[in-house]
């Protein structure tokens, strides 16, 4: 043979996720690229005196997955040391997260903000005893009474501030919310240090914007968590203007100027697509529309190589989220309203008239669309706004989608489907929420939130994202949530009817997404000419109890033919392996 091959895994389960979900035995990387796939004997022939051999010992060999939902660099803005963890299981207690406050600002220099990320009403026991109870600026201003406090939500929806920073932002019970937005009150008419939606931009907006060295920093801590878990190609899903105000600017233009710069550099260890965010969570379609054609005109890519950094299209939003009573509803929710869109508009059938607007103008430009939209009624109104875009300027393999699609409903599913649209779904969200969103929607609609079976049943193209840093970007909990429907927090099976098969899950974070991103042609399975994006999974995937899944350690990671992970023995991911540790596992040269 002319050429052998760099790589050659052989003696394991290789999962293909081609049309069939074929499992073989054996694969061979030459380059970039799978050279060949099957049993060892057709690999055989491509091993040479440089090749690598590797024996996955039973282990399983999967193609890179794709987390097609993961706000890279505010992930990790949102890790520590860049913030203070206030989520679970960090914290079980407001008490807690006013401790970890106390600690924080012994350690901060006088007048400097303290930052945290995570808190979740339900895993805070004074919230789950008293579901009437919520964070309030007087749970924080007793530990920091001169520096001010900006705590943001596991959702992203929701922001918490103390007395301090309401001051300085000039926040009192005379501010009036940005529109889609919500200065939550108490009985005075005082605010209480919530800020919902839109409204958090006016704290965001006030703190001081992240430097480029931070913004590298945050993106090189998340592309080191990704590689550990397997993860080789993620859609960060929204840079640009609209998210200048949101989380530190994580979202903004200027984190686009440094994914170019890290991609430059060698040191973009994941293929990243971008959807270009225009405006933020409250907009008018005026607005939207003069601010994506300045981006279309300043060409956004830069250049870089596609395959590695590529814009997809667009991200709007719609409405907010269940647990904020912001997502825009059908019925009413548990002690009633039915939440709203949050573009401009005063009625809801102006708001309509606006999104409707906003969705036209992006698609006629020739972009991809990825809606947020959690609320059935904000889903149907988007599915209907995609539909009739789509005759008014009639284009080829749109692939539009549907960002989250929380309560999706069956004329929806129908819509999207007629017109090989999609649904980008979050089981990690799923598993994290599922306890606590009966307070909110009642037991049936809770159950049903998320509801994978039906979608996959109804034709729709369904990919699966973490939306980091809301959830951990673990695409193992993610599986195993899909095939259980199992919470987080009690262990109880929500909506049993949606569950879906091993091979469905993988599908969604694979070969679906690969198709959300443009690129099921050349990436998302394990088949000769496609690239080599691969992660091995030490154990019988296929085989282990879907309750064990997340407990698999990933033990390699490859990256365009690259290995950008590998697990020694002693790590926790590479502990007990079979795989590079232990006998029956060596990696050798022949």
């Given amino acids: 043979m002319d050429t052998y091959a760099d790589l050659v895994f052989v003696g394991g389960r290789v999962v293909t996720v081609d049309a069939e979900f074929s499992v073989a035995e054996a694969l061979a990387v030459t380059g970039s690229v799978i050279s060949a796939v099957g049993g060892r004997e057709d690999v055989a022939p491509f091993i040479g005196p440089g090749t690598r051999v590797v024996d996955l010992a039973g282990a399983t060999l999967l193609p890179g997955i794709n987390d097609s939902h993961l706000h890279g660099c505010a992930f990790g803005t949102a890790s520590p040391p860049l913030s203070l963890e206030v989520g679970h299981p960090a914290v079980s207690s407001l008490a807690d997260v006013a401790g970890a406050v106390r600690e924080a600002v012994g350690r901060t220099p006088a007048g400097q903000w303290v930052t945290g990320h995570g808190w979740d009403t339900g895993f805070l026991a004074e919230c789950v005893a008293d579901p009437s109870r919520h964070p309030s600026r007087g749970d924080l201003d007793e530990v920091s009474p001169d520096h001010p406090v900006v705590l943001y939500s596991f959702s992203g929806h929701a922001t918490w501030v103390n007395s301090k920073a309401l001051e300085l932002i000039g926040v009192d019970r005379d501010t009036v919310a940005p529109p889609g937005g919500a200065i939550v009150t108490d009985e005075a008419g005082e605010p209480t240090g919530l800020l919902h939606e839109g409204a958090q931009a006016l704290v965001q907006n006030a703190l001081p914007a992240l430097g480029r060295e931070e913004r590298a920093d945050a993106i090189r801590s998340t592309l080191a968590t990704l590689a550990r878990l397997g993860v080789t190609s993620y859609t960060e899903p929204g840079l640009g203007p609209g998210g200048d105000g949101i989380m530190r600017g994580t979202m903004g233009t200027r984190t686009l100027d440094v994914y170019r710069e890290l991609l430059a550099a060698g040191e973009l260890t994941a293929r990243v697509g971008v959807l270009l965010l225009p405006t933020g969570m409250a907009s008018t379609a005026e607005e939207f529309a003069r601010n994506l054609d300045a981006l279309d ?12 950094l590529a814009i997809h299209g667009v991200k709007v939003f719609a409405d907010g989220i269940v647990p904020n009573k912001t997502a825009w509803m059908h ?22 008239a606006e999104i409707r607007a906003m969705i036209r103008h992006a698609h006629a430009a020739g972009h991809q669309l990825g809606v ?186 490859v990256l365009d033919g690259r290995i950008v992970y590998e697990a020694t023995p002693g790590t926790e991911a590479g502990a007990g392996s079979g795989v590079g540790a232990g006998e029956g596992g060596d990696i050798r040269r022949d």
Wanted: glycine letters at 10%; proline letters at 6%; charged letters at 25%.
């Fill in 331 to 352: 019925e009413p929710y548990v002690g009633g309203g039915c939440g709203s869109l949050c573009v401009g508009g005063d009625i809801d059938d102006e708001r309509v």
């Fill in 372 to 557: 947020h939209a959690t609320g059935d009624r904000a889903i149907d109104t988007v599915a209907d706004a995609f539909a009739e875009a789509t005759a008014a300027h009639p284009r080829d393999d749109a692939r539009h989608y549907v960002i989250h699609g929380d309560f999706l409903t069956p004329h929806a599913m129908k819509v999207l489907a007629e017109h090989d649209f999609g649904v980008n779904m979050n089981p990690t969200i799923k598993w994290t929420v599922a306890d606590m969103e009966e307070e909110f929607v009642g037991a049936g609609r809770a159950a049903y939130a998320w509801p994978y079976r039906d979608a996959l049943d109804a034709g729709v193209r369904v990919a699966s994202g973490s939306d980091a840093p809301v959830t951990h970007p673990d695409w193992r909990q993610g599986v195993a949530t899909m095939v259980l429907r199992e919470s987080k927090a009690a262990g109880r099976v929500s909506g049993p009817e949606q569950r879906i098969a091993l091979a469905e899950a993988i599908r969604t974070y694979t070969i679906d997404a690969a198709w959300q991103d443009f690129a099921d042609d050349w990436k998302g399975s394990l088949e000769p000419g496609k690239v080599a994006d691969l992660c091995v999974v030490d154990g019988d995937l296929l085989g282990a109890d879907p309750h064990a899944i997340p407990e698999l350690p990933v033990v390699l990671t």
């Fill in 297 to 308: 005109a300043s060409d956004p890519s830069g250049g870089a190589d596609p395959r590695r």
